[in-house]
């Protein structure tokens, strides 16, 4: 459960963001997600509803883009979204790939506010 | 704009400054697009731990695994035989207890338990003020053994050199299926308990096969802590990444 530490990182940034640009509500949130961040978005939304209450997010949307994992095989010289499992054989020569390119990802990307 | 009839709030921002946020009612709306890393903050930290490790030559690593898989128990056996011979220290993570920490406790050792009060991983700032903690002088090797969780460790660099994840002949030969992030963010796999692959049945090749699938990147061992089974080569994997002092 490092969601709830992970969303007060995020209500903080998206309230500086708020804050720097002299808004004083905040409406919407879009997080991109990695599917190998570690991080579940059932929990991140559970998370956000118990940060955000009481504050200028209070009943803000979170929206989540999940990010695919890819990985590139240095062989054929390209990259892919593996398939079940995460099991990053290349679709082409089916070696299996470290090099993995995208899918950790934990970014704070929007904030809409008024 | 105008704060006559604002609310006025107290925040903390991630860096513990605190901040107020002005609430005088809606004005327009518009959209900031911005790009904050959210782990932005341990990110740092444990880039300082790793230039701060690097520059005292010594080398750190990560231990991670599900309770019970024998972290305790490989890095007992490897304070009695490799830490006789290169100077070692233990930062130890646990929810509570100094248990682990007496465990460990050798002369020839500096130790310290971290209590994470209910946090389900270590994160780089409890190494940080862990391994200030700690007499480092002299030390080669400082072995981190993070709390039991397969799951959350994984999001968390601590400034590790080496991340070592650990599968015990006790679970089961599908783990690294099962929870690929952490076995993707590996350089060593160890599968522990080999002493008991006879008497439970385990699957060793599949098991191996698995690890394989999700982690080709890492270097995999297998050894018992009781008999001693592989240890040699797990020490020798610790020699060959020694930093020159």
Redesign the interface.
Known sequence: ??ELG?ME??L??A?????D?????V??IV?RVGA????EPDALRFAFAAVTAG??ADGAVLEIDAVPARARCPDCAIEFVPGA?????CPQCRR???D?RSGRE????????? | MKNSLSQITEYRDADGDSFRVIVPGAGPARSVDLRVALLDQNDRLAGRNRADFQSRRILALNLVSSPGTGKTALLERTLNEFGREVPCAVLVGDLETDRDAQRLHRDYVPVAQITTGGACHLDAGMVARGAEALDLDGVRVLFIENVGNLVCPAAFDLGEAIRVVLLSTTEGEDKPLKYPPIFKSAQVVIVTKADLVGPLGFDLAAALENIRLIAPQARVLTVSSRTGQGMAAWYDLLRSELLSP
């Open positions: 459960m490092h992970i990182s995020t903080a940034a309230l500086a963001a708020a804050r640009n002299g808004a004083h509500r409406h919407r997080l190998l961040s570690g991080a504050t200028p499992g995460f099991i990053t054989a299996l790939c470290a993995l934990l970014e704070l990307t929007r904030v809409e506010m008024s």
